[in-house]
């Protein structure tokens, strides 16, 4: 089932990433596009599969909610979420229009439907959660893409900060307004990241490659998704996030962090995030120039890593029992 779910989430992960180049090009556009199309009916795939094996299990199951696959509980509700969503989004388009820009990614609407899709997406991790699969990441790629997805829909519905609304650091020295939106979208992409990779830890589901999945996946879609610059370019930023992903998945090879190893899922947690934005910047400045100053550059490296540090307190803040081994 795991796979069945990881295709039907690329179908309506096309739709969605596909809707939101439109919406970037803005391109004429209403309720009734073949991105919506494409959309909704990935949307339908989903429903089918997750619901489909509920309805197949239920003669053997003592009720409908015993016939639900162990893990795909939150994926079921994700499905009748996403479904009122929908119908709240044709309303909403009906009766306040479409949006443009940034408005797409604040429409309450479309928030109700990244809920429901983060949740339908995340079903096959946390399946493999449920029976404590563990492996090489062969065996455990469908976790590993469903995890990737759910980075996918918070990097899309947040793509007004971090990495992906523009290049950080190039060009001359910013204004303090152009230097704080940097900085905020600096931390959420950040706890984004760290996030997504100390869930996976606590579930002991994060094999080496893993993250570079992850990361690259969700870095070349973001990029294509823009569309704006030259392939060069696009090339060499899907690159950066490959990059990133590795120096995570070298760090967890590494260090081995859990939460019996408080030090090192410190340490980890600082940084993943700063080994990215160090690459990220590196690239930048050799490659676009910058006139932003040492200050603003190393500081954007080291507040990356402090915001790291701070997930790894709110996630084992209380769980870590011993030292690095």
């Known amino acids: 089932m795991d796979w069945l779910v990881v295709a039907a989430a690329t179908w309506l992960g096309f739709g969605l990433y596909w809707d939101g180049w439109a919406h970037g090009y803005a391109l004429p556009d209403s309720f009734w596009t073949i991105w919506h199309a494409a959309f909704y009916s990935g949307f339908a795939a989903c429903a089918t599969v997750i619901l489909g094996a509920i309805v197949l299990a239920k003669p053997r199951a003592a009720s409908w909610r015993a016939a639900i696959p162990a893990g795909y509980e939150y994926a079921v509700a994700g499905v009748f979420i996403f479904g009122v969503g929908g119908i709240f989004d044709m309303l909403w388009h009906t009766i306040f ?184 910047l590196i690239v930048v400045a050799l490659r676009l120039g910058t006139g932003w100053t040492p200050h603003e550059l190393g500081g954007i490296v080291a507040m990356s890593g402090v915001v790291g540090l701070l997930m790894s307190l709110v996630f084992f803040g209380s769980h870590v029992t011993g030292p690095a081994r």
Do not use: C
């Open 97 to 280: 229009g479409i949006e443009f820009s940034t408005d797409a990614l604040l429409s309450p609407s479309h928030i109700v439907l990244a809920t429901g899709a983060a949740l339908i997406v995340s079903g096959p991790f946390v399946a493999a959660g449920r029976r404590a699969a563990r492996g090489d990441l062969a065996s455990q790629l469908p976790a590993v893409l469903s995890l990737g997805f759910l980075l996918g829909t918070f990097t899309f519905f947040t793509l007004y900060a971090g990495p992906y609304s523009g290049v950080l650091g190039a060009g001359s020295k910013p204004n303090d307004t152009t230097l704080v939106r940097t900085m905020l979208g600096v931390y959420l992409f950040s706890a984004l990241i760290v996030g997504i990779a100390l869930v996976a830890l606590r579930r002991a589901a994060l094999p080496f490659g893993a993250l570079t999945v992850v990361l690259g996946l969700n870095g070349i879609g973001m990029i294509l998704m823009r569309g704006h610059a030259s392939f060069e370019t696009q090339l060499t930023f899907s690159l950066v996030a490959i990059a990133g992903g590795l120096a995570g998945d070298l760090l967890v090879w590494r260090l081995r962090p859990s939460p019996d190893r408080a030090l090192a899922l410190r340490i980890f947690a600082f940084a993943f995030p700063a080994a990215y934005f160090a690459i990220y």
